[in-house]
Nanobody
Framework: QVQLVESGGGLVQPGGSLRLKCVAS????????MNWHRQAPGKQRELVAT???????TYQHSVKGRFTISRDNSKKTVYLQMNSLKPEDTAVYYC??????????????WGQGTQVTVSS
């Protein structure tokens, strides 16, 4: 069974930093794009950052220069370093990955989410 498990969320003051981590496990043959999304209360889920299998990255405009996405393919892990956090960054952050697995072929998988709260 394929799983994506996020960790690293929490409560932080404005201007602070957090590092999110998402680990993929299961019968995975290949990992393509890995993404971080977020969903604030009362809002739609939005894409925050993407990293390709080759390491190319893209960011939502509101986080560019503050957030950094990275991955360790040997550990099947993607990270999101979040600096200079603002109250508007408060949301549940979800990991999402495009995977090729033994049982299901190529498909998208989601983690369960981790809460990030930015407040003084």
């Amino acid at each position: 069974q394929v799983q994506l498990v996020e960790s690293g969320g929490g409560l932080v003051q404005p201007g602070g930093s957090l590092r999110l981590k998402c680990v993929a496990s299961g019968n995975i043959l290949n990992i393509y794009d890995m993404n971080w999304h977020r969903q604030a209360p009362g809002k739609q889920r939005e894409l925050v950052a993407t990293i390709s299998s080759s390491g190319s990255t893209t960011y939502q405009h509101s986080v560019k220069g503050r957030f950094t996405i990275s991955r360790d393919n040997s550990k099947k892990t993607v990270y999101l370093q979040m600096n200079s956090l603002k109250p508007e960054d408060t949301a549940v952050y979800y990991c999402n990955a495009d995977l090729w697995t033994v049982t299901n072929g190529r498909d998208f998988y989601w983690g369960q989410g981790t809460q990030v709260t930015v407040s003084s």
